[in-house]
């Protein structure tokens, strides 16, 4: 795509939309990732991959799109294999519930830096909520 600099032509940019999307965006795609809630222990993940037209209208673009896919489904493979081993440890007593786990801690600054600025804050100023 001509209108993106030399830097945003070499990389991949994912982005987190909280509180279930992640957009990725390539110098030649973008994809949506986004996960559903279809139980107390299970979820539906979506993925969609979209391309500029100038990329479709390419001679190459079917064999380039099917290796984006294929690459994707190994990606996929990989995390979701990991996925039985995360919801035992969800089961755990030793588990505290909560948005943020410890290791997070600049992730819920962050968010309470934006709520701070985009909520009313409450009486002593304030709207953020403690780390759990």
């Not at 990725?24 to 139980?39: D, M």
């Amino acid at each position: 795509m001509e209108t993106l600099s030399e830097k945003e032509r070499t990389g991949t940019y994912p982005l987190a939309l909280f509180p279930n999307t992640n957009l990725i965006v390539g110098n030649h795609f973008a994809k949506v990732l986004q996960h559903l809630p279809s139980g107390v222990e299970r979820c539906t993940m979506t993925l969609s991959f979209l391309f500029p037209p100038d990329v479709v209208a390419r001679p190459e673009f079917p064999e380039y799109a099917e290796k984006a896919y294929r690459y994707t489904d190994e990606l996929l493979a990989e995390d979701t294999s990991i996925s039985p081993q995360v919801q035992q440890g969800m089961r755990s007593r030793l588990r505290q519930p909560g948005r943020f786990s410890k290791q997070e801690g600049a992730v819920h600054a962050f968010q309470n830096y934006v709520l701070d600025r985009v909520v009313d804050a409450r009486a002593d100023g304030r709207f953020s909520a403690p780390c759990q």
